[in-house]
T-cell receptor
Framework: AQSVTQLDSQVPVFEEAPVELRCNYSSSVSVYLFWYVQYPNQGLQLLLKYLSGSTLVESINGFEAEFNKSQTSFHLRKPSVHISDTAEYFCAVSDTGTASKLTFGTGTRLQVTL | DVKVTQSSRYLVKRTGEKVFLECVQDMDHENMFWYRQDPGLGLRLIYFSYDVKMKEKGDIPEGYSVSREKKERFSLILESASTNQTSMYLC?????????????FGPGTRLLVL
């Protein structure tokens, strides 16, 4: 069984500042890792994912995350946030053997202000 | 574009009522999922289905059942609604090929049980 820890429930940040949302996971087997984003009053949508290959993955809107196997982490970063990045961010993990079934973290609410 | 629709955005029911939440996807996905989302708890898997008439319990199946008579439709049933089932319910789907491992979510149904 896997578990995901998102230690920060809320992260306030000023517009154009950098941000890091932390995610650590626990699993005894190989994993796939995901970040999903939920904008206000919407369902979740995939932001980025690590399945294999390069440990640094990027999204189309400037976010990136790095898979660190030794530290069992998959932190999400953006060098300069925008007001429109205000949302809740969920880290998720699935094991490569029973892929498609996700275990989610408790979420981090990113609040970007002017 | 993958589209996952849920029958209602908001629903108010009374304790003891039987409640049906419907989810339809238009991408011929084999796998479908029902989650509930609660503040501070993230998303928790209730049930999932990997084929028509097939279902498996997730992490919190108690008080719920599901039905999948057609590939595109996955229904969540609250046999006798209780106040502790007040929550946001999210449906998701994904294909079983293992190529992308992305879950596509519906907009959610916010259920209030009085």
């Amino acid at each position: 069984a896997q578990s995901v820890t998102q230690l920060d429930s809320q992260v306030p940040v000023f517009e154009e500042a950098p941000v890091e949302l932390r995610c650590n996971y626990s699993s005894s087997v190989s994993v796939y890792l995901f970040w999903y984003v939920q904008y206000p009053n919407q369902g979740l949508q995939l932001l980025l994912k690590y399945l294999s290959g390069s440990t640094l993955v990027e999204s189309i809107n400037g976010f990136e995350a790095e898979f660190n196997k030794s530290q069992t982490s998959f932190h999400l970063r953006k060098p300069s946030v925008h007001i429109s990045d205000t949302a809740e961010y969920f880290c998720a993990v699935s094991d490569t053997g029973t892929a498609s079934k996700l275990t989610f973290g408790t979420g981090t609410r990113l609040q970007v202000t002017l | 574009d993958v589209k996952v629709t849920q029958s209602s955005r908001y629903l108010v029911k009374r304790t003891g009522e039987k409640v049906f939440l419907e989810c339809v996807q238009d991408m011929d996905h084999e796998n479908m999922f029902w989650y509930r989302q609660d503040p501070g708890l993230g998303l928790r898997l209730i049930y999932f289905s990997y084929d028509v008439k097939m279902k498996e319990k997730g992490d919190i199946p108690e008080g719920y059942s599901v039905s999948r008579e057609k590939k595109e439709r996955f229904s969540l049933i609250l046999e006798s609604a209780s106040t502790n089932q007040t929550s946001m319910y999210l449906c998701a789907s994904t294909d079983a090929s293992g190529r992308e491992e992305t879950q596509y979510f519906g907009p959610g149904t916010r259920l209030l049980v009085l």
